[in-house]
């Protein structure tokens, strides 16, 4: 099991607390995807593959506004989770363990809308990985489908490596939790650390780590065109409201 996949097995029960509200974000993040879908000419009846569904925070809002969707991603604990909130959410998804560089082992049809969201990419720490899953996930995207990810700014980031994020407070009734990361770089790439500080009874802290490499957009869009898409459209925050800037390929 490598780091990746340990990273988000150890999470995934504690995932949740990284929102201060997971159930409204999915509901949220739906709304802001289905907008990007129509702007695209997609209507519900696009059939969608989350090919890095996490606990489901994509996947399931968009099946509860009606889309039909498959979702997969590599590590069990996740997918266990997700399925869990998507039974609760009263969606049926067809989950399944893959890895987004070899899609086709385990999904043998093509999809009009494949997704990879909140920065599932950059775990990609070397440019054959990265062309290897690219290649890979446009394999399951029909022929005028898109490709929608989201990917952190590293053209911003790379300037000044910070060494932390900034604190995300969540006040409840109950307390408070506090999310922050740590990253030590090594040129383009780094090592994460993200703590969980639980507050809201018995105080619990936890620890996760994992490594990203830090991919600049130009590289993004250069591997899409190489590998037969069309258009490349960027999204920034500001244009979309979502955190991180999206890319859309069109193949």
């Known amino acids: 099991m490598d780091i990746t996949q340990s990273f988000y097995d150890d999470m995934a029960s504690q995932y949740e607390k990284l929102f201060l509200d997971w159930q409204a974000t999915t509901r949220e993040q739906a709304v802001m995807l289905d907008g990007i879908f129509k702007d695209h000419g997609f209507d519900r009846e696009a059939h969608i593959l989350d090919c890095a569904c996490g606990i ?3 996947s ?4 509860a506004l009606g889309y039909q969707v498959s979702a997969s991603d590599i590590s069990d604990g996740e997918l266990a989770e997700a399925k869990a909130r998507a039974e609760n959410n009263g969606v049926q998804i067809n989950f399944q363990h893959a890895d987004f560089r070899n899609l086709s082992e ?3 049809e093509q999809f009009d809308i494949v997704l990879a969201m909140d920065n599932a990419l950059p775990h990609m ?6 062309e290897s899953a690219i290649r890979s996930i446009l394999g399951q995207t029909k022929d005028g489908g898109i ?3 989201s990917i952190r700014d590293y053209d911003n980031l790379l300037e000044k490596k910070p060494s932390c994020t900034a604190p995300y407070i969540h006040k409840t ?3 408070q939790r506090i999310s922050f990361q740590t990253w030590v770089w090594d040129d383009d790439r780094y090592h994460l650390v993200q703590y969980i500080i639980d507050d809201e009874g018995a105080l619990q802290i936890s620890k996760f780590e994992c490594d990203y490499r830090a991919i600049r957009q130009d590289e993004f869009t250069d591997l899409f065109l190489a590998n037969g898409c069309s258009k490349i459209t960027w999204l920034q925050p500001a244009d979309s409201g979502f955190y991180q800037p ?5 193949k």
Request: no cysteine.
């Open 56 to 58: 489901g925070t994509q």
């Open 60 to 63: 399931i809002g968009l099946a």
């Open 106 to 108: 385990v999904f043998t």
């Open 125 to 130: 720490l070397t440019r054959t990985d990265l």
């Open 147 to 149: 490709f929608v990810a």
């Open 173 to 175: 009734d109950k307390g």
């Open 246 to 250: 999206i890319v859309i390929a069109r």
